[in-house]
């Protein structure tokens, strides 16, 4: 089982080569976006960060996305330095020059800033912050179901570091996505601190039992937008949805098994740890949640 695929994997799109990148203001060529070395995300993963998808024109639950954003800043004491409309404005402009109308993934970073010297201390950050937008043309291309894989690295407490937080600090999902690798998978699944089914290293995780839709309790995992919709969507259309503590056991057992996130939507699972989920294909429950989805977006 070597052919990995990723949660991420999209269609090879060379007009990538020549898109325009937003930094700090202003419109750069991918080869002349830089940023310094003296960097705080750089150099210490300081900052926060947001994924944003492009469908049919319309960024699809901006304000959602905003408020995550604006949120995590605070959280972690960083002053953007744009209002919620200027960082909408930024985004808009970085659409227009390079000319994207659908299918399209913005990647909007911001870092607490240049340092003065190479050290941790928060103060020593005294020009910035910086702020990057990039934006691919972005199809999702997932040639089969995805394998998961169960790894030591656990979604922890929050006062070690929230995993609700979108931070540039991605070491520990990093680290397990490397574990699932290693172990023939694509991607890893993560307990929480109590041994409970929590998330992959990289999306939300959903099992379907017995027409029941189960997901984690939330509190050891990112507060995934899309997540939130599909908890919705069940809800609105009486499919059973528990947010719940469920174990390995319950997961080998499950009929379906699919990610959420903001580039795949929902992706189905066809293996956890070497056993068969269900079919081992996309399954009925989430082919439904996939069109109540796509319905929701416009697509």
Request: net charge neutral; hydrophobic share 40%.
């Given at each position: ?8 994997q999209a269609e090879d799109d060379a007009r990538n080569e020549s898109i325009l990148i937003w930094v700090n203001g202003a419109l750069k060529p991918r080869d002349q976006a830089l940023v310094s070395v003296y960097d705080s995300g750089f150099m210490l993963g300081d900052g926060v960060w947001e994924g944003v ?159 029941a839709v189960w997901t984690s309790t939330g509190d050891y995992c990112m507060n995934g937008i899309t997540r939130g919709k599909v908890i919705d969507l069940c809800r609105a259309n009486d499919i059973p949805v528990f947010e719940r503590n469920f174990s390995l056991v319950d997961t080998y057992g499950a009929d ?44």
């Amino acid at each position: 089982m070597t052919d990995h695929v990723s949660t991420h994997q999209a269609e090879d799109d060379a007009r990538n080569e020549s898109i325009l990148i937003w930094v700090n203001g202003a419109l750069k060529p991918r080869d002349q976006a830089l940023v310094s070395v003296y960097d705080s995300g750089f150099m210490l993963g300081d900052g926060v960060w947001e994924g944003v998808r492009l469908y049919n024109g319309r960024w699809t639950f901006l304000d959602e996305h905003m408020d995550r954003l604006f949120e995590a800043a605070k959280a972690i004491d960083l002053e953007i330095g744009m209002t919620r409309d200027q960082v909408i404005a930024a985004i808009m402009e970085t659409q227009r020059a390079n000319g994207m109308t659908t299918d399209a993934h913005a990647r909007l970073m911001v870092t607490r800033g240049v340092k003065t010297r190479p050290f941790q201390h928060p103060k020593l950050s005294q020009r910035g912050p910086t702020m990057v937008i990039i934006m691919e043309h972005s199809r999702p291309n997932l040639p089969r179901p995805i394998r998961l894989a169960t790894v030591p690295h656990l979604r922890g407490l929050p006062m070690t570091q929230d995993p609700k937080l979108n931070s540039h600090s991605k070491l520990n999902c990093i680290l397990a996505c490397i574990a699932a690798e290693k172990a023939g998978a694509d991607e890893a699944l993560m307990l929480d601190v109590h041994g409970f089914v929590n998330t992959t290293n990289a999306c939300n995780f959903f099992i379907v039992r017995k027409g029941a839709v189960w997901t984690s309790t939330g509190d050891y995992c990112m507060n995934g937008i899309t997540r939130g919709k599909v908890i919705d969507l069940c809800r609105a259309n009486d499919i059973p949805v528990f947010e719940r503590n469920f174990s390995l056991v319950d997961t080998y057992g499950a009929d379906e098994a699919f990610l959420t996130g903001t580039f795949g939507a929902q992706t189905p699972v066809g293996m956890i740890d070497g056993r068969r989920i269900g079919t081992g294909e996309m399954g009925p429950m989430t082919e439904r949640i996939r069109g109540l989805y796509k319905a929701l977006v416009g697509g």
